[in-house]
Every structure is written in structure tokens, then in C-alpha cells.
């Protein structure tokens, strides 16, 4: 293997969310519970079918709702936590003493209902949540009309709970259809937003890449391809420097940088077979940065300044979920079993 990555690893384990995005909770539905472990004897499959089961559980409660709790609301104020997975995109944090259980009274701060259901996690950008539902169809397998369906974002005072402002989107059609089975698992609204600190860009599958200030005013918009497939959409942004980094697998099977001010393609690279994951930016030991994905059968290594494809290897040999995680130029996958 080229490139400047010290050791690519493989982890037949459960993907744990970060503290945050378990904190600010919006699930339809808990695809894998965070924190989840895999017990002895014990596939993934089988841990995936108690997570589901639990959150079938907590559905009702939490389906329409953001719930915020003491996890974020200790003496001292938690950093913004601005991209999927929080700074680095690394899944941690560096505050200690957190509760770690919690329930529809225990630790709650504020719960709030929501416009819809979703999937993608919430972002904390200077005392204001940011996050994205969807209404009017797939709420129910086989039920609805998809001329109905509405994407939201929704801002949030962190304080309070109380919403400030929401901004619909009418989607590009026809989107994937909503029957049940793996698509029900996520819905219409999978990725989660990225911000600089600026602005916002969020990401909604074949109806494009759009750019709102704070305040929810859309500055740009642009179209990174048209494919769809029966699973939908659940890449999120990635900034780097004046980039968005879009992984538009399903879309146009390719890994997009757009200019983060004027929505401009900068660079485009192919290869981007059946991935549903968020690509992760890698500082390694020359002071360098790779971006990383993983796709069907190989995990790739680009230069998120120019596209250019630095290295390769062998990876999982089917369609590809779960985003990689590092640490110390060490990149880790997760492998189902």
C-alpha cells in the first residue's frame, strides 16, 4: 500500500456514535444503539436486532423530537460539535464526568417536537443546534404520496429548546421509494449537516448540495448527480480548507469538491461504488492531510486538495455503511460478520 498511512486495521465490532450525537437525539428508528457492544458469542447481526428492538421501543418518543440532555448541559459550556462524529469527524470527546444513561425523564434538559422524523445527527454551531427531518411521506411503508414528501432544516436554541427558524425543501422526484425493509431504517433526511462556523451545508442526495447561512438564508445550491437507489442517500459533508467534500456514490458514483463560497466543482474523482459512508480526513506524519473512503472492495486515499488518488487496498467485498475512524495515521474500518 502507498501513500503516507501508517496501518489500515479492521474492527468486527458495533459503530458507536459520539457523545454528542447520542446527546441530541432525533432517531425514527436506532440502526445500531450507541455504545452498543457486541456480547459474547454474539454476532453484529443479533446486536443490531437488540438495538433495533430497542429503539423500536423508544420510537414513539423520540421519532419526532430532539431531546436534549445533561450531557451538554454541565457548568461548563462543550465546544461546538460542527460535522458528523463531531471535530476530526473522530467520535470523542475530551469532556469527562457525563452521565451516561438517560431516559424520557432522567437527565433530560429540553425535548422539543419536530416538523418529521430523521436520521442524520444534529450539529452545535455558536449556542444553536442544527439538523435536518423530513414530512409528509415515508412515514409508513406503502402509505403517502411522494409528491408530499418535505425536507426540513431546523434550528434549534441550545438553551432552550425552542425553535428558531425552519426552511423547507421540496425534493428533486422521483426519490427512492419508501417500502419497508432496509430503506425504513433511515429515511429521507440521513446525512447530517456540515458547518464552517458561516455557514451550513447540507446535503440532500440527487436534489443537491445547498448553502445557508445561520439565519437559514440559502446562499447557493448545486447539483453533484441524479442516480438514486431503493436504500436513498446518507453521505454527509466533509470541509477542508474552502472545500465541501461530498461522497455522491449513489448519485453519480463519485467524490465531489465543491468551492464552500460559491458552490463551484473544484475537483471531481470516480470510483465510488455502493458507498454509503462519510469520507475522514487523516492528518499523517508528514504534516500532511489524506482524505479516506471506503467503497466496495477497496478503502481509497485522495489529496482533498486536488482529487489526485494516492493509495488503495483491500476492503469490504459488498457495499460499504460504516465510515472509517483513526487515530495516530492509523486508519480502523468496521467489518460486518
Not at 436486532?49 to 450531557?71: F, Y
Not at 424520557?104 to 419536530?114: C, S
Not at 442526495?205 to 438564508?217: A, F, P, T
Not at 461504488?273 to 477497496?298: F, H, I, M, Y
Request: with cysteine; proline share 4%; charged share 20%.
Amino acid at each position: 500500500m502507498g501513500g503516507s498511512i501508517d496501518y489500515v486495521a479492521t474492527m468486527c465490532w458495533t459503530e458507536a456514535s459520539s457523545f454528542v450525537e447520542v446527546a441530541v437525539a432525533h432517531r425514527s428508528r436506532f440502526s445500531i444503539a450507541p455504545g452498543s457492544m457486541v456480547r459474547n458469542n454474539e454476532s453484529v447481526r443479533d446486536c443490531q436486532s437488540r438495538a433495533w428492538k430497542r429503539g423500536d421501543a423508544m420510537k414513539s418518543s423520540l421519532a419526532c423530537s430532539i431531546v436534549l440532555c445533561l450531557l451538554l448541559a454541565g457548568p461548563t459550556v462543550a465546544a461546538d460539535w460542527m460535522q458528523y462524529r463531531g471535530p476530526g469527524g473522530l467520535a470523542t470527546s475530551n469532556q469527562t464526568g457525563l452521565p451516561v444513561t438517560w431516559s424520557e425523564r432522567e437527565n433530560i434538559v429540553f425535548k422539543t417536537d419536530l416538523p418529521g422524523p430523521g436520521t442524520s445527527s444534529p450539529i452545535v454551531v455558536s449556542g444553536r443546534i442544527y439538523l435536518t427531518c423530513y414530512s409528509g411521506y415515508g412515514l409508513k411503508p406503502n402509505e403517502g404520496e411522494m409528491n408530499d414528501l418535505v425536507r426540513h432544516v431546523v434550528c434549534v436554541d441550545r438553551k432552550t429548546g425552542r425553535i428558531l427558524w425552519t426552511k423547507k425543501f421540496k425534493p428533486e422526484l422521483p426519490e427512492s421509494r419508501y417500502s419497508g425493509g432496509n430503506n425504513s431504517h433511515h429515511g429521507y433526511s440521513s446525512s447530517t449537516i456540515a458547518s464552517d462556523g458561516e455557514r451550513l451545508y447540507v446535503f440532500f442526495g440527487k436534489s443537491g448540495v445547498y448553502c445557508l447561512d445561520l439565519d437559514g438564508d440559502q446562499l447557493w445550491h448545486t447539483d453533484v448527480g441524479k442516480g438514486s437507489t431503493g436504500w436513498g442517500s446518507s453521505n454527509s459533508p466533509v470541509i477542508y480548507k474552502n472545500l465541501v467534500l461530498i461522497n455522491a456514490s449513489v448519485e453519480s458514483r463519485s467524490l465531489v469538491a465543491l468551492d464552500k463560497t460559491t458552490g463551484e466543482q473544484v475537483w471531481k474523482a470516480g470510483g465510488m461504488r455502493a458507498s454509503w459512508n462519510t469520507p475522514c480526513l487523516v492528518e499523517v506524519a508528514d504534516g500532511k492531510t489524506e482524505l479516506v473512503v471506503s467503497v466496495e472492495g477497496q478503502i481509497l486515499g485522495f489529496n482533498p486538495a486536488s482529487g489526485e488518488q494516492l493509495w488503495s487496498c483491500y476492503g469490504i467485498q459488498d457495499y460499504v455503511v460504516p465510515s472509517v475512524i483513526t487515530q495516530d495515521g492509523i486508519v480502523l474500518r468496521y467489518w460486518r460478520t
